[in-house]
C-alpha cells in the first residue's frame, strides 16, 4: 500500500533533488524529512509538527497537500495513541519556568491552609467579650451603673441570670445597682459554637 513517505519520497527522486536540497529550501533538517519518507514518525514532537511539514514539503514537491494530509490521517487517525519522542509536558518548560510554578503553588496552597486554620480557629475559640463604659470600678454616691458591652452579634448574653440583648453591632447595656461596698457583676457570654466567656468585674460604692 501506498504510504505517505512513499508518496514523498518518489516525488523526490523524479525531480532528483538530494535531502540536502530540500533541507535548505524548506528549513527543515534533513533527518526529519528522512524520517517522513521512512514514516518514522516517532521522533516528532506532535501530530501538528508532522502537519506543518508534510504542508510545506508537499507544497515544494508540487504534490496536492490535501492529497498528503488525507494519506497520512487514512494511515494513522485511527490509532488510538502516537508515542511521540516527546509527549506535551512540563518538560517544554524551563528549569526556572517549573521552580516559579512549583514555588507559585506550594505559595497558594499556605494560602488556603492559612485560611481554613483561621476559620476553624475563630469558630472553635470562645467568643469575645468586652466592657466599654464604665472605666472605673470605684463611685462615692451613684445608686446605680449603666454597664455599656460588647460582644459578637449572635451570642447568648446573660448577666446576673438575666438574659441581656444584644444591636446589631455586638453592643449591650445593663443597669446595675449599686449597694454600699462591693457589686459583683458577672457576664457569661455563648458563641454559636457553644463555647463559653465569662466576665467577672467588681464596683464599690465608697457612700
Known amino acids: ?22 533541507e535548505k529550501r524548506i528549513k527543515v533538517r534533513e533527518r526529519f524529512i528522512r524520517a517522513l519518507e521512512e514514516d518514522k514518525w516517532n521522533i516528532f514532537t506532535s501530530r501538528i509538527y508532522i502537519i506543518g511539514i508534510l504542508k510545506n514539503y508537499a507544497r515544494f514537491l508540487e504534490l496536492d497537500e490535501h492529497k498528503v494530509l488525507a494519506f497520512f490521517r487514512r494511515e494513522y487517525e485511527r490509532i488510538e495513541e502516537i508515542k511521540f519522542k516527546k509527549k506535551v509536558s512540563t518538560s517544554y518548560l524551563s528549569s526556572d519556568s517549573k521552580k516559579t510554578i512549583i514555588a507559585g503553588f506550594i505559595f497558594v496552597c499556605m494560602l488556603l491552609v492559612g485560611y481554613f486554620s483561621y476559620q476553624l480557629f475563630l469558630y472553635f475559640k470562645p467568643p469575645s467579650v468586652q466592657i466599654l463604659s464604665p472605666l472605673n470600678t470605684t463611685f462615692k454616691r451613684e445608686l ?27 453592643l449591650f447595656e445593663y443597669v446595675m445597682s449599686l449597694k454600699k461596698n462591693e457589686n459583683p457583676l458577672s457576664i457569661e457570654v455563648v458563641g454559636v459554637n457553644g463555647k463559653k466567656t465569662t466576665l467577672e468585674k467588681v464596683f464599690k460604692r465608697l457612700q
Not at 513517505?5 to 532528483?16: I, N, P
Not at 446605680?144 to 444584644?166: D, F, L, P, S
Open 1 to 22: 500500500m501506498l504510504s505517505v513517505g512513499k508518496l514523498l519520497k518518489d516525488a523526490r527522486e523524479r525531480k532528483k533533488i538530494s535531502l540536502l536540497d530540500v
Open 144 to 170: 446605680t451603673v449603666t454597664v455599656v458591652g460588647k460582644t459578637e452579634k449572635e451570642a447568648v448574653i446573660t448577666i446576673m441570670g438575666e438574659r441581656i440583648y444584644q444591636n446589631k453591632e455586638g
